[in-house]
């Protein structure tokens, strides 16, 4: 046993110890630490109900109704349709986790984080998204052993696990073409802060939805042409978007299955944004491996999106995603090294991790195809 080994018994042993706990929690020194010990365990198994009081303040619109400006708590019931006694303790939940702010007046207005969410609709659309999760997560034992034969986010998301991806009609990719859009505006300005493509002359986006981050390129660099590669129905959605955004000209929509067709070719730089992660080992690599037969020798592949063992966001990575993903039914969350090793198997060198201002969302690599 290594000297860790043993120190973690013994941290683990007065852990445990009842007779510790309340030393701890009455000793000067070890009391900040102890109650601080106390709220996060707290915070584990009080999540879920944190969870569905952001989720009744996102269904009742309570967010959009304060950005109005401070009213009272009967002003706010009657707005949301709610008794005097749901509304008020529905707003005390909502000002303990900062979503609301009580005023002086015995007013209330949005707190910092509800006033985040105003800035970042595709949060709301989570939320909303969030009752299929906590379905598939009702047993998470089960899911684990695999004894669930069909989740719901598998079947909402029809292309995870889906041996005939290319054929899904268009109604069942509605949801979540319009929550993929919601989510990546988040973090398509981040990506393209973070990496110039000035220098670029063309962008091929795989399964890139309905456009978004490629709008979001095109429109900052005028000269830059723009390809994106997905699913047929998607892709048809992407086509009618870049019409309506004047992008026509500078835009080349193709419709397929990354696992079965061809990536079409012309670009001096392809991107995967959210895609590995949705993808087991297998998958992802081939699809690495697609990207890098359309690349020219100097090429860049630029892979962004979450990734496990983010420092301050650990549990984001390897606890939501991880289990998100498992309950898709495909994918899992990678780290920084895991995915560059993944491309430096491909001939992608050198490959450098890229800051973005906020890791927490998105993480990004930039490789180079080598000769």
Known sequence: MSIFDSWLGVRNHLLASPRFQRWASAFPLTRPIAQKRARELFDIVAGFVYSQILFACVRLKLFEILAEGPQSADELAK?????????????????SLRLVAPCEDKRYALGELGAAMIGNPGIAAMVEHHAMVYSDLADPVALLRGEVERTVLSSYWSYAANADAANVDEQSIDGYTALMSDSQSLIAGD????????????????????????????????????????????????????QREGLADRATVVGGDVMRDPLPEGADVVSLVRVLHDHDDEEALAIIKAARRVLPTGGTLLVAEPMSGTRGAEPIGDAYFGFYLLAMGSGRPRTPVEIENMLRLNVFDPVRLVPTVRPILTRLLAATRMA
Request: aromatic content about 8%; some cysteine.
């Open 79 to 95: 707005r949301m349709s709610l008794p005097p006694e749901g509304a008020i303790r529905l707003l005390r939940a909502a000002v």
């Open 191 to 242: 990506v393209l802060d973070a990496y110039s493509l000035k220098d670029h002359t063309c962008l091929l986006d795989v399964g890139g939805g309905d456009g978004t981050f490629l709008v979001t390129a095109a429109k900052r660099w005028p000269h830059l042409k723009v390809i994106l590669f997905d699913l047929p129905a998607v892709a048809e959605r992407a086509r009618a978007r870049f």
